[in-house]
């Protein structure tokens, strides 16, 4: 069984009010992850599987969970560089041990 985790306040850090957002499911495989199907916090309760996700003021994500009956299935918590870009990624699947992604700068094509 997953452990219920919370969303932590990421943006607290950096004096930004972060935003909570819900969508129905994700498509792609890029990080960080393109969320669709916003979904209205009154419609939750009637709903069992739904992405909750957390923004800075840049509308940046900074994490999201996946929640399957209450509990947290799926965590991702993302890390920006001063330019912006993502660069690191923490991932937690269920009870096992959080994975961390480094991402590289992507290089300019010449």
């Given at each position: 069984?997953?452990?219920?985790?919370?969303?932590?306040?990421?943006?607290?850090?950096?004096?930004?009010?972060?935003?909570?957002?819900?969508?129905?499911?994700?498509?792609g495989?890029?990080?960080?992850?393109?969320l669709?199907e916003?979904?209205?916090?009154?419609?939750?309760?009637?709903r069992?599987?739904?992405?909750?996700?957390r923004?800075?003021?840049?509308?940046?994500m900074?994490?999201?969970?996946k929640l399957?009956?209450?509990?947290?299935?799926?965590?991702h918590?993302?890390e920006?560089d001063?330019?912006?870009?993502?660069?690191?990624?923490?991932?937690?699947?269920?009870?096992?041990?959080p994975?961390?992604?480094?991402?590289?700068p992507r290089?300019?094509?010449?």
């Amino acid at each position: 069984m997953a452990t219920h985790h919370h969303l932590e306040p990421e943006a607290a850090a950096t004096g930004a009010a972060a935003r909570e957002r819900y969508f129905l499911t994700y498509r792609g495989t890029r990080l960080p992850l393109q969320l669709t199907e916003e979904l209205p916090a009154d419609a939750l309760g009637h709903r069992n599987t739904y992405f909750r996700a957390r923004y800075d003021a840049q509308d940046r994500m900074l994490c999201c969970e996946k929640l399957v009956y209450g509990e947290v299935e799926l965590s991702h918590r993302y890390e920006y560089d001063a330019a912006g870009r993502l660069h690191c990624a923490v991932i937690t699947v269920g009870d096992d041990e959080p994975r961390t992604l480094h991402l590289a700068p992507r290089q300019a094509v010449p």
